[in-house]
């Protein structure tokens, strides 16, 4: 089943498009900087829900312990400021798959300009914070 809400999925990832709200920025009208983790965030979410997996459901996939996935680490280039009412695209690629990593390129745009620059690596991690192999089905998901 498709949902519009969650972006589409294009070569090997995944691009959403949000609006910034009033909500987003600072009082000059500028997005404020921690604001953009939110939105790659919303990417990566959406990204994973557009290949069926859902976060709240990783237990479902043959482990009883649960699996989830949590920022390891993020590397973040802020290259230029979106303001009030811009239309941007997070565009979320899938570089490497490794064991119990995902590693991750995000992009933010405005129009044609890149605003964000961020590699994210995820951990895959049972419900006790133990790294955790991703399971093979799921991996396989990312390879499209």
Known sequence: MSDPLAGILEGNG?????????????FSGVVYHARYLQFLERGRTDYLRCLGIHQGQMALHGDPDGLAFVVRHMDIDFKAAARMDDVLDIVTITKAITGARLMLDQKVFCEDNELINAHVTIAIVNRSGRPRRLPREIALLFEF
């Open 14 to 26: 995944h691009r959403l498009r949000q609006r910034v709200y009033y909500e987003d920025t600072d």
